[in-house]
């Protein structure tokens, strides 16, 4: 699939916060409460938290749009937030949020993402991109696997007041 990526600046908060609302909820809103749904996707996705995360050095983000120049596809990159120890390495690069439009699915629109990811990642000198993923996920889990992540341990995901495990994916660069 031929697509665009663009490092969006604070002027595509908007876009930003309604994709990444929809595909969240497009990926999740069958295993999860209406109500936890909604708390998950005002506390993650409204443009002035998207503006706030666009603006935030430590944090990348990349859009991925198609030939008619609609969105459907995004990722973050995050550096200085706290790893777990089983990372294995203090100073690895969150990989957060990759997430793409089910239209756009198998048609090579994540890996692209991730390229720019490690890219991105390879020029900040990081040795290891470490990810959280839902367990029950598992055709995310398996693209995962099939670019080098492997599983490492576990962590709890909060979605409103329901708690999900995510287990953590390291990959080394």
Same mark, same amino acid.
């Given at each position: 699939m031929d697509i665009k990526i663009v490092n969006p600046d604070a002027s595509y908060a908007e876009t930003l916060s309604k994709l990444g609302a929809r595909l969240f909820a497009d990926t999740f809103a069958e295993? +999860? /409460?209406? !109500?936890? @749904?909604?708390?998950?996707? !005002?506390?993650?996705?409204?443009?002035?938290?998207?503006?706030k995360e666009l603006n935030d050095p430590t944090i990348t983000t990349y859009m991925a749009f198609d030939q008619d120049n609609q969105p459907v596809a995004f990722c973050q990159l995050r550096q200085n937030k706290d790893v777990y120890d089983f990372v294995g390495?203090? !100073?690895?690069?969150?990989?957060?949020?990759?997430?793409?439009?089910?239209?756009?699915?198998? =048609?090579?629109?994540?890996? #692209? @993402? @991730?390229?720019?990811? $490690?890219?991105?990642?390879?020029?900040?000198?990081?040795?290891?991109?470490?990810?959280?993923?839902?367990?029950? +996920? /598992? +055709?995310? $889990?398996?693209?995962?696997? #099939?670019?080098?992540?492997?599983?490492?341990?576990a962590h709890t995901f909060k979605v409103g007041? =329901?708690? !999900?495990t995510d287990h953590i994916m390291i990959k080394s660069l």
């Open positions: 295993d +999860n /409460p209406p !109500d936890d @749904l909604q708390s998950y996707l !005002d506390s993650a996705y409204k443009p002035e938290i998207q503006t390495d203090p !100073d690895a690069i969150e990989l957060q949020r990759i997430y793409v439009d089910k239209r756009c699915a198998g =048609k090579g629109v994540g890996k #692209k @993402l @991730l390229a720019e990811c $490690i890219a991105t990642a390879n020029k900040m000198g990081k040795k290891t991109m470490w990810l959280g993923v839902w367990e029950h +996920n /598992p +055709n995310a $889990i398996k693209f995962y696997e #099939k670019q080098g992540f492997r599983k490492v341990g007041n =329901k708690l !999900d």
